[in-house]
């Protein structure tokens, strides 16, 4: 059966979508790396507002392009903490760290901080951040490309994830990052071009202007302003006010914050700055990322409020029909005042739902659920409903369809890229195997990229409960591990390597566990996924930082925690409950305790690195070198004054 | 200007007044960041309802609208004022 039974839609999606991955391996054979430099940082030589482009791609994935206008639209004012946290992270780029890194003029984030705090121990702890933070994202966007191409082409989700992974892989892995790069900057303006389209048309249908921006502080066409009109919509079904949330603001306020730090944070995100001439391209390129990026995040809430309010026009109060749900009568014959046919088609893949409880064969649509007669509605559906709930021509769904493909794609590589380096640069060339050449580590490289990918296609086909919980964990992580040790090694040149060990793995650990208390539980087995986490962790710790004499103390502590972990695995550790919201940190949600765990962070590196020894003084001249931008003037210190 | 093309050392003192400046400038704009995004969109947005834009609550449309644009102009702003500090001190990379 067709789910859809409308031809012309997988006709028009199967034409976009194949011509644009064609597009995609095109660019890529065209952009093959044949140096490391190439492979890692593009040699060096991409232009900032390409760059920018390409960072863009690299940032807005699935959840950007397709969940996140559904989710606002129907938590309103709450949503704002999306829309302020993923695009203000780049002004603490722009100004605090993507200038000092690209003067640093490394490949990786690992890189930054072994060198910076001259230790391997420093190095690998980063190493094992950035691989745990891109794999919960990596997992998240193989999943997204699984359902959009069993939804909309036929075609089963495994097969679906398998495609999407391919693809990816043969462009990771030939091109590298100058490959990943200039298929990102295609990718950027497919799914721009895809995300606008409709909200253009949804613009003009509902306040007839073709600016999403204005249409979202204007008047619907009988007049009245839209958002207030909404408003009182809402209020009067018994829903909070559009403009009004729900969350605390405290909460509100650390989500907003932890998002923000995280943007900064994330090792995916950092690396594109690496592909630039020089520190002053940096931040120029960070500037025209968020100009890209603002595109997108200021037509969203517009989207938002136009699939809200389209959404309550013709769905409550309108005809139930049995008949229709069942498919036994022609949906096309469906007219005004039925309920529309798309919900039912939305029906049929178990996303939306609604039971006439009332009899009254009308469908009510209430905040109150004991009234309330629409009784499944999932948010993610509504970037890809739009267009049918708009009335839209059927191409456009298609290009919706390549959009999302696109921008789940384009995040996908970014991921994979930071997880080969990470493997193939600073674990094995820089930490395990001193004496590789530079064809043996392209060649890990690109292994490393292809065992990445296995990982990811399996996790998008059986996605582990994590996975709901990307955007606590990368965020988080990210806020409460890497951007404190790379803000105090620009910024403090007394900044230890003492205190960057405790800092990164104190932020870890207590973000970590927060929010696996909150999200996920810690079950016997869960407590012993983290234990062997944390045994192979000290295992490579152990190989990269021994040395002879030494009481072995890593393997000792990774043997005990391999034990632990085995007998959690087989159920022998208590089941611990999990946390209720009540008991939240000063009412702080998991995904805002980034923010507390950056705090704690900050104290410990700066505690620690108060009470342990300054570092070495090679360190001080590295840090200067980095803080001036021209790669020919140096500071003077004593040899100046002697002359 | 002459010799930024070349290798040169700068005095210490010379450095740390650079580096005065670009902490100021950083301090401004980083205030701004959190005046409208921190401020106008979540603390005071109250008082900022109170007034609208078109049809939009102000402190509402800050938090969904407002606070970004101001983002991009923040960036843009802090790449032209740094290069203009880079340049009276010698140190810009426009030749490398």
Not at chain 1, 244 to 270: E, N, S, Y
Not at chain 1, 500 to 514: E, F, Q
């Amino acid at each position: 059966m067709e789910i859809f039974g409308l031809e012309p839609t997988l006709f028009w999606t199967s034409l976009f979508v194949i011509t644009t991955f064609g597009l995609y391996i095109s660019i890529a054979i065209w952009a093959r790396a044949a140096s490391t430099d190439d492979f890692y940082v593009a040699g060096h030589d991409v232009p900032p507002v390409f760059n920018g482009m390409a960072t863009a791609a690299d940032w807005m994935s699935a959840a950007s392009f397709l969940s996140m206008a559904g989710i606002i639209a129907f938590s309103g004012y709450d949503g704002s903490v999306y829309l302020m946290g993923w695009t203000g992270g780049y002004v603490l780029l722009a100004l605090l760290l993507a200038p000092y890194l690209r003067k640093f003029g490394k490949f990786t984030v690992p890189d930054f901080v072994g060198d910076r705090y001259y230790s391997q121990a420093a190095r690998i702890v980063a190493v094992i951040c950035a691989l745990f933070i891109s794999f919960t994202y990596i997992a998240g966007q193989m999943r997204g490309v699984g359902i959009a191409f069993s939804n909309f082409l036929h075609v089963p989700i495994e097969a679906g994830v398998i495609i999407g992974a391919v693809i990816v892989l043969f462009y990771a892995a030939l091109g590298g990052m100058k490959g990943i790069t200039y298929t990102q900057v295609a990718q950027y303006c497919v799914l721009i071009f895809a995300f606008m389209v409709p909200a253009i048309f949804l613009s003009l249908q509902i306040t007839g202007t073709p600016i999403p921006q204005l249409g979202f502080i204007g008047n619907a066409q009988d007049g009245t302003p839209l958002l207030l009109n909404l408003d009182r919509t809402l209020t009067d079904l018994g829903f909070t006010a559009y403009t009004q949330g729900v969350k605390d603001r405290i909460d509100v306020f650390a989500i907003t914050l932890a998002l923000m730090v995280g943007t900064a944070g994330l090792p995916h995100v950092i690396i594109r700055f690496f592909t630039v001439p020089k520190a002053s391209d940096a931040r120029k390129s960070a500037g025209w990322a968020l100009v890209f990026i603002a595109i997108l995040y200021t037509t969203a809430p517009a989207v938002a409020v136009f699939a809200r309010a389209n959404f309550i026009d013709t769905v409550n109060e309108s005809v139930w029909s049995d008949e229709a749900a069942a498919g036994t009568v022609d949906r096309g014959s469906l007219g005004e005042g039925d309920t529309p046919e798309w919900f039912y088609n939305w029906r049929d893949v178990g996303l939306l739902d609604a039971e006439d409880r009332n009899g009254d064969g009308r469908i009510q649509y209430r905040a109150d659920p004991d009234t309330n007669e629409v009784t499944r509605l999932d948010r993610d559906i509504f970037v890809l409903a739009n267009p049918e709930i708009g009335g839209l021509p059927s191409w456009v769904i298609g290009l919706v369809v390549a959009g999302g493909l696109a921008a789940a794609l384009s995040t996908a590589a970014g991921l994979l890229m930071v997880i080969s380096s990470a493997v193939s640069h600073d674990l094995c060339r820089k930490v395990l195997f001193k004496g590789m050449s530079d064809t043996q580590e392209l060649l890990t490289a690109r292994i490393a990229a292809i065992a990445a990918v296995l990982v990811a296609i399996y996790a998008g086909i059986n996605p582990p409960g994590f996975v709901a919980a990307v955007v606590a964990f990368a965020f988080g992580l990210a806020a409460a591990s890497f951007f404190p040790a790379i803000l105090l090694g620009i910024f403090w040149t007394r900044m230890n390597k003492q205190g960057a060990i405790a800092g990164m793995t104190t932020g870890l650990v207590v973000t970590a566990a927060y929010i696996v208390h909150f999200k996920i539980g810690f079950s016997s087995i869960v407590l012993g996924a983290c234990a062997l986490l944390a045994a192979v962790s000290l295992l490579v710790l152990h190989f990269g930082t021994r040395e002879k004499g030494r009481l072995p103390l890593m393997l000792i502590l990774s043997v005990i925690a391999g034990m632990a972990g085995i007998s959690g695995l087989a159920g022998y550790l208590p089941d611990l409950a999990m946390g209720t919201a009540g008991q939240w940190f000063l009412g702080i949600s998991p995904e805002g305790f980034g923010t507390v765990g950056m705090l704690i962070a900050f104290a410990v590196s700066v505690s620690v690195a108060l009470v342990t020894p300054a570092p070495p003084p090679e360190i001080r001249d590295m840090v200067e070198d980095i803080r001036i931008p021209s790669t020919r003037a140096h500071v003077g210190h004593d040899a100046a004054a002697a002359e | 200007m002459a010799e930024s093309g070349e290798d040169h050392d700068i005095p210490e003192n010379r450095f740390k007044a650079y580096w005065r400046e670009n902490l100021t400038l950083m301090a401004v704009l980083l205030a701004i960041w959190a005046l409208v995004s921190f401020g106008a969109g979540i603390l005071f947005r109250d008082v900022l309802d109170q007034f609208s834009i078109g049809g939009a609550p102000l402190g509402f449309w800050f938090a969904q609208q407002g606070a970004i644009y101001v983002f991009v102009i923040l960036i843009f702003v802090y790449s032209a004022l740094m290069h203009r500090i880079e340049r009276k001190y010698d140190i810009d990379d426009d030749q490398g």
